[in-house]
Each structure stands twice: as C-alpha cells, then as structure tokens.
C-alpha cells in the first residue's frame, strides 16, 4: 500500500490563521471531488472556524476518561476504517490524554499516512523539537508539546502561513483569537511584538532552509553543478594572513547588496592536512566571520584554485572573493597565481579581485620551503665545501680506481646529501662546485675549464641540472617530512592536553601548568589590559609569576587584541612558536567560554529577579483587593448619614476595618521586605517556622479554611523560612488548593536529614501532564474558569517567593485525582542547647481552625 502524503500548515504563532487554511483547502478538494473528512479540529471558540468547519464530514472523536473528566481525541481506527482520501487533523504537536494508543498526535497521523490516507496538518514553529530552547530564550515560556523536526521535514508540502506581527495583535484585540479577559494578559506577554518578530523570522528562516535542502536534492539527483541564481552566496577565499580581515568586510558587503545574502569563508589546505598559517590568525578570521554572520569551511585540495571552484560550485555560489597577487611579476611570468586561475576555470561565477594593504608593501618570498635552522644552513654549506675538497683529493690520489661517469655519480652522491643535510641553496652550491671540480681536475684536457670532447660538455651539463632538481626535490621532501613530524608533535601535545582538561574545573590554570611543563620556562600567566597605557591585570597564572616580568617575557602571545599568553624564562625555539600560539587559541577559548557561563549566570539571577518581582505585582493586585474591599466597604457604611447602627453593629465594622488593615500591614511589609530582597538590600531574615503552626495560621485566613487538615510526622524539626514569606506562600497554594477541590485539603509535612518537605494534597479534578508547569506561570487558570475566580496569579506568588528562600515548589498527581503541590525548603540548623524538634504530638486528624 502506497504511503499518504502529508502538508503541512507552518504558523509562527496561534492566530495566524493555520487551522482556517486547513480547514479552506478542505472545501477545495471537496468541491473538486475528493472524498474529504475532519479527524479533528480545535477551533478555541472562535466562531469563524467553526463555522468554517460546517459542510465537512467529521468523524467522531474517541472519548475517554480521565480523573473524572470526559475529554475527546482523534479516534484513528474510525478514520482509516473510513478510509478519506483526505483527513484533517488540527495541531500536530498535541499531547494525547493518559491511557491513549499513541502519546503524540504526530504517532496518529504516522498510522493514518501508513493506511494510504492523506494528511494536511497544523504546526506552530515554537512547537518544533528543535528549535524549543530557542523559542524558551525568546519568548520567556518553554513549550511542553513538540513534534520532532524529522516528522515536518518530512512532509511532501509545508505551507507558511504569515501574518505581520502588527496585524496578528490587531485580531487578538479584536477577539478573534483569545476570549476577552485573556487578551490583555497575552498582548503584554507571549503576544509582545519584539516576541512575534522574533517567532516570524524564525518561521522564514527555518523553511528557507527547508527550501535550500530540496533544491539541493533536485540539483545533485541531477548532476547539475554550475550555480543557479537563487539566494545570493558569496565565497571568500583565505590564505590566513593578515589581508583576510580586509577581504572578509569586502565580501560581507558584497553579500549584504542582494536580500537572503550569505557569506562563506574557505581556506584551502594540503592534502596532508598540514596548515601553513598561524593558528591564532586562522582563529580570529573565524571569529570574525561568525560575527560577520558568515560561515568558515576548511577544504583540503592539491590545487588552491581548482579546490576553491569546486567549493564554491558545490555550495552554489555565484561570486567568490579573492585577494589580489602578492608574486613578483616574474614569478607570474613563470607560473600564473592563484588568482589567475580562479578567474580562468569561473565559468558563470564572478570573480572579485580585492586589493589590500599588504599587496604591494610586503611581497611573498620566494623559497622552497620552510628554513632548517642556521646551525643546519651552516653544515649544508661546509659539507659542500669541504665534502667537494675532500671528495676531488681522494679522486685526485687514486686515478686508477675510477673514471668519468663514476666521478660524475659520487659528486651527484655528494650534492644529495648536502641537500638532506642543509637545503637546497648548499646543495646548488655544491652541484656548481662538483661541476667545476669535475670539469677542471678530471674532465681533458685537465687543469682548464676547456672542454673538448662535446660528451664531456653534454655530461657535464645534465649533471649540474640533475643535480639541481634531486636536490630541490630531496629538500623540499626533508622540509615537508620535517613539517609533518612537527605537526605530530603539536597534535600530540594538544590532545594530551585537552584530555588531561577533561576533568578540571578551572581549566585556565590548568592550561598554563602544562605550558610550563611543554616549554620548561620558569612560570606563565594570562594577562590583560584594555589599552597600553592601563597596568596588565593578571588573570591566571602559575606559581613564581610576577606581573613586572610581562615587559621582558621571552615569549608573548596574543590571545585576542587585549589578552596575552606570556611566557617567562627560556627563550622558546622556532619550531616552538607556533605551539605557543595553538595554546594561546586554546586560552581564548577558555575565556570565551567562561565569559559566556559569566553571561548566563547573569541571565538567570536577572530572570531570578524578575520572577521574583513579578510575583510582587501579582501579590499588590492578587491579595491587596480583599482588605482594601473590606475597609472600603466598612468605611462606607459608617460614613451613610441616613444609617443609624447599634453598638454591636459598629463595633463590628471596625473590627472589619482593624482586621484588613492589620493584614494589609503586614502584606506590604512582606512585600517590601521582598522587593528590598530581590534588589540584593537585604536577605531574607530565616528562622525556625514550625509548619504546623504557619499551616494553621495561613488557614485561618481563608475562606473555607475549616476544611484544611494537618497530617505531620511526629518531632517534625522547623524549617528555615522568612516567616512571613513563608505565609504568603502556604495562603497562596492553600487558597488553589481549596477552589478547585470540593471535599477537605491535607497538608502532610515530612523530614529528611537536611529538608523539609511540606505537600499540600487535593482531590480535584488534577492537571494533565503537560500543564503542571504552566500553572505557575503568571495568568494562568486551568481548566478556564470563570471570571471572578481571580486572575491565575497565586501560584506564580509562591513560586517566586519560594525560590527567594532557596525552595522548590513542584506539581504532582494525587493518586486516584487531584493535584499535590510539593514545597521543598531547607530544615533548620538548631543552635547548641535548642531541640532539634516540636515536642508536639502527631497531628494526623487535627483540623487547621
């Protein structure tokens, strides 16, 4: 059986109109005679859809039970025994009640597109698995349905469905989208226009990628290889030197003209991976793409050129970026430059030759290959020297041994290992020398540079040109393996140090022991300071370092344009520099890396804050209404000139208004004293609180309150709390707990060695899975009730007030229904000579008033 297909409708938030489009491309197919029903759809009250939905079959829902409540889902076996051609199914990253086939809608549409049927479906993009942590840093709230990203990918259509922010909060004024109480709430939370910005832009991009990935399917299935004219890529070409910064602003200009422009860096190394350019260079190019908002690559190819056009015409580039040629010109008469060959092999692909400051004030030299050493330079020029003196006297004294042709190999012998021993320049030293000897001592007539046999003089000349390019070969060869050993070596150093970093904490000190160890210099350090006239600050550094030294260090490495790695002691080889500068990379990243845990740490203590002073304004406009009613309302009736009240009635009314002002009292010096908290002025004042007296107190307070029960272990110690934050919290989580749960509430308070953990136990209708986190975000009410039930503030008070004393407050389900609400605090530390407990019996049935 043939597979369903499967749409999809992609909207950037609630509202945009997905379910409207599903619900219009159904009367479509309808009208054009496929066989079209609904498995489900939510419409959330909102009129259009409904009626939107009338004149589609609808196949019924499945009912099932749950914790006393009734509730419906899509009904699969009835659909594919139904067998559409077509079904509708409503929000595809739906969480299905307890007890169902599948947990996810997603797992029911995979069953019906696996029976042959056709699927168009409906996603909000914070709903993808992929982008929830994204979507969490944007909006403030982390979505507990998601639907894999693979499930979307997919699909064979995905259809945006975009609606500019501006208009999106248009109809959710109107009240086309949330009932009105619940619109002001979501216009100034999830519904901000920074927030649906943000959420639509992530929408555009994550289908163009979608987009990107098919056209790249179609283009390789079809061996389609010159670039085609879609979203506008630009190709940089690196060499890792300093001109990279110039040519990267260029191409990122470049890039910025065309709408959807990218930038993509590319730097080409040998096929034995070994990289010419410095490290540090190399990391600060890459740094400065990603803020170019580029990507880096790093290709391997034999040839720089050929390797940068295959590149360029895999990613489907249409312009590439290269620098203009620092050769001499005859150099370029010789053999043409990187340059010239990019614009020669481009084809369709445009070519920027970009100048820069280095293009004619430094010239690249020429050599061979990387320098030996003087020492090595020296004994390759005294072997060719000596060696041909020696060689010619040894020759010289036995004639009869030898002759021509063994003469010419043994000084061809001889420039070979000059070459191995100091480069090329001696060994051409010695072929020119071994030539002349040979042709001067041993080549007639002797004792002239005259040559009469014209073999001789052919011989002669193949040798000095053999010997030449044996020699060349024979260097560049020891230089590369050279290069390779000494990249070993690095490579070996740095995984021996990263796996030794594994498993320290403070990694930055850890870095500079092993430099002092690699080196064997006396001590290092990090240092910083952010203009040359400032004094450096020492960030790490080993024992014995002393910041005067920085001046006359033997080695300092820039780790980024104001830190440096700094070296005290021996001086450092060569060789030994560009290990040096690996380890100054691995010291920036370091820092980086900790800079961002710095920035992180601050983002929580600042969303710390920020729960904390939102449950500040929700305990002003959740808690202050009631007293201020009350004094309002008694003040009024004393003031009714027409109204003559007996003593007892006056007395009572103000009684009415002592008592709210007494609570209003010590609210706002809760309050106060929070906000004062939270500002770091004060810490909250912690103190033994018994939990069966403040269970009690906060009870007392409460309508209803009669029907909360306490049921504590016996010698239950006191938890350390704020006692009267500690209030605020038990009135607040025993004033939910009361309205939505008919019968008594148990309040059962256990101990561990350093916790205590209070659990506040109802038997009401109980919360699904995926909304126990929700409940104590602001302006929450679950199971939408009533106006004049308050505004879902309560729990989000307490939550906030309990991580101010360093508790958790967590749902849970009740066995057999309801909801138990766990608050975990510290137990209190009893002085010397104070009982570590209450010397109050147990209380399993003791009622709170």
């Known amino acids: 059986m ?168 248009r109809r959710l004024a109107h009240g086309n989208v949330y009932a009105a109480e619940r619109v002001d709430a979501a216009l100034a939370n999830y519904f901000r226009e920074g927030n649906l910005t943000a959420l639509r832009e992530l929408s555009l991009l994550w289908l163009a990628d979608r987009v990107e990935e098919g056209l790249d399917r179609y283009r390789t299935d079809r061996g389609i290889t010159e670039p085609w004219p879609t979203r506008e890529r630009v190709v940089v070409a690196l060499t890792g030197d300093a001109e990279g910064r110039t040519l990267l602003r260029r191409a990122a200009q470049i890039a910025a003209r065309g709408a959807g422009g990218e930038l993509v860096a590319v730097y080409v190394t040998p096929p034995d991976g070994l990289v010419d350019a410095r490290l540090e260079q190399l990391e600060e190019l890459r740094r400065l793409t990603a803020e170019l908002g580029g990507t880096f690559h790093t290709v391997k190819g034999d040839d720089i050129a050929t390797a940068l056009l295959v590149f360029a015409r895999g990613v489907n580039a249409r312009q590439i970026v290269i620098g203009a040629s620092r050769r001499r010109r005859w150099q370029e008469v010789l053999s043409p430059g990187v340059g010239q060959k990019v614009v020669e092999g481009s084809g369709e692909i445009d070519v920027h030759l970009v100048t820069h400051e280095l293009t004619r004030s430094v010239r690249a030299p020429w050599r061979f290959g990387p320098e030996l050493g003087r020492r090595r330079t020296a004994l390759g020029w005294a072997l060719a020297v000596v060696g041909t003196a020696v060689l010619t006297a040894v020759l010289h004294v036995t004639p009869a041994w030898h002759d021509l042709p063994l003469e010419v190999l043994l000084y061809l012998l001889l420039t070979v290992g000059t070459a191995l021993v100091g480069g090329v320049w001696p060994a051409v030293a010695a072929a020119v020398l071994g030539s002349t000897t040979i042709n001067w001592f041993f080549t007639p007539p002797v004792h002239t540079l005259t040559i009469s046999d014209p073999e001789n003089l052919v011989a002669l000349a193949v040798f000095l040109l053999v010997a030449v390019a044996v020699s060349s070969v024979v260097h560049l060869s020891e230089r590369r393996a050279a290069a390779a050993r000494e990249a070993q070596r690095e490579a070996a150093a740095l995984a021996a140090s990263a796996e030794s970093l594994l498993g320290e904490r403070d990694q930055l000190p850890a870095v500079l022991r092993q430099v002092v160890e690699f080196f064997g210099v006396d001590s290092a350090a990090v240092v910083r300071r952010p203009t040359v006239r400032d004094p450096w600050q020492v960030l790490a550094a080993t024992s014995g370092f002393d910041v005067a030294a920085v001046r006359d260090a033997s080695v300092r490495a820039p780790v980024d344009d104001t830190t440096s790695l700094v070296l005290v002691g021996r001086v450092v080889s060569a060789q030994d520099r560009r290990l040096v500068s690996a380890f100054a990379v691995r010291v920036g990243a370091i820092l980086r890396r900790e800079e961002l845990v710095r920035l992180a740490d601050a983002g929580r203590a600042l969303a710390k804050d920020n729960r904390a002073r939102t449950a500040l304004l929700a305990a002003v406009s959740h808690d202050l209404r009631t007293p201020l009613a009350s004094i309002k309302a008694a003040a009024s009736s004393l003031r009714q000139p027409d109204v003559v009240f007996g003593e007892e009635d006056r007395a009572d009314l103000l009684e009415t208004i002592e008592e709210s002002t007494d609570r209003l009292t010590v609210l706002v010096t809760n309050l106060l004293d929070m906000s004062r908290l939270q500002s770091g002025a004060v810490v909250p004042r912690l103190a033994a609180v018994h939990l069966d007296e403040a269970v009690t107190a906060a009870a007392a307070l409460l309508p209803g309150g009669g029907r909360v029960r306490l049921s504590m272990d016996a010698g239950l110690p006191p938890a350390s709390a704020d006692p009267g934050l500690l209030d605020r919290v038990l009135a607040n989580v025993l004033e939910n707990a009361l309205r939505h749960s008919g019968g008594e509430v148990v309040v059962a308070a256990s101990a561990t060695a350093d916790r205590v953990q209070v659990r506040v136990v109802d038997r009401g209708v109980g919360v699904p899975e995926g909304a126990k986190e929700a409940i104590f975000a602001p302006f929450q009410r679950f199971g939408d009730a009533p106006r004049g039930t308050g505004v879902g503030l309560g729990l989000a008070v307490a939550r906030g007030l309990v991580e101010a004393l360093g508790g958790t407050i967590v749902a849970e389900d009740t066995p057999g229904g309801g909801l138990t609400v766990v608050l975990d605090l510290a137990r209190h530390e009893a002085a010397a000579g104070e009982p570590h407990g209450t010397d109050a019996p147990t209380v399993p049935d003791r009622m709170a008033t």
């Open 2 to 169: 043939a597979r369903g297909k499967l749409r999809v409708y992609l909207g950037a938030a609630p509202g945009v109109g997905k379910t409207v489009a599903m619900l219009s491309e159904g009367h479509r197919r309808r009208d054009r005679g496929t066989d079209v029903v609904i498995g489900v759809v939510e419409s959330h009250g909102r009129a259009h859809t409904a009626a939107l939905a009338e004149g589609l079959e609808q196949v019924p829902r499945r009912t099932v039970e749950h914790r006393g409540s009734t509730l419906t889902e899509l009904d699969v076996p009835a659909v594919v025994a139904r067998r559409p051609q077509v079904v509708l199914v409503d929000e595809l990253a739906h969480t299905n009640v307890p007890g169902s086939p599948h947990t996810k809608r997603w797992e029911d549409v995979e069953e019906i597109l696996a029976a042959g049927i056709d699927v168009i479906s409906t996603v909000n993009i914070q709903h993808l698995e992929s982008l929830n942590d994204v979507v969490e840093s944007i909006t403030g709230v982390r979505q507990q349905e998601t639907v894999p990203d693979d499930v979307v990918r997919r699909a064979d259509q995905i259809e945006l469905v975009d609606m500019s922010p501006q208009a999106l909060r």
